[in-house]
């Protein structure tokens, strides 16, 4: 059974980068749809974008000009990229996969502070 | 890109029956948008009830179903349990455009 597993550093600097990585087990990441989502404190969730394992992506419109998704399917993960943070962008980051349904990550917290 | 709309809060009884619908600001939902129904508790990650509109996964309870109705898709609960009190989300997953999930339903069974 596939299993998904975020990391990254828990706290990064208003207008740096985040960086975050998924970890694909159990299962291949040469198929399927491959994307991040997120949720700040006390809301809803947000998708961010995806990647299919071809390499290509579809992003949130509003994230955009921000984002970019990978993908290595040698070393099985992807990878989510975020510029020029703010506190509005502090969410717990999930992972998941898209294939007969929707499997997730646990998710990991990233604060945006000084 | 469309906003997708949830009611935000539902009541049911214990044993009772309650539809949590998603709508679309660019018009009916349909098959095409592959709509996925999630659930989740405090503190715990989402977990997929429902997908394409009407598919269960193993662990979907058989109390829950998906369906189109009346230009939205639903998730309906039928026979509801103590453990189904939880927040529930929609999101339509469109071939080749960006995905957009509903603002969420908070399900209180009381």
Redesign the interface.
Known sequence: QVQLQESGPGLVNPSETLSLTCTVSGGSITSHYW?W?RQPPGK????I??IHYSGST????SLKSRVTISIDTSMKHFSLKLTSVTAADTAVY?CAR?F????????TLVAVSS | QAVVTQEPSLTVSPGGTVTLTCGSSAGAVTSGQYPYWFQQKPGQAPRTLIYDTTNKHSWTPDRFSGSLLGGKAALTLSGAQPEDEADYYCLLSSSGAPWVFGGGTKLTVL
């Open positions: 994307s989502i809803g969730l947000e998708w974008g995806y579809i992003y949130n419109p999930y898209s007969m349904g929707m499997t997730w990550g646990q998710g």
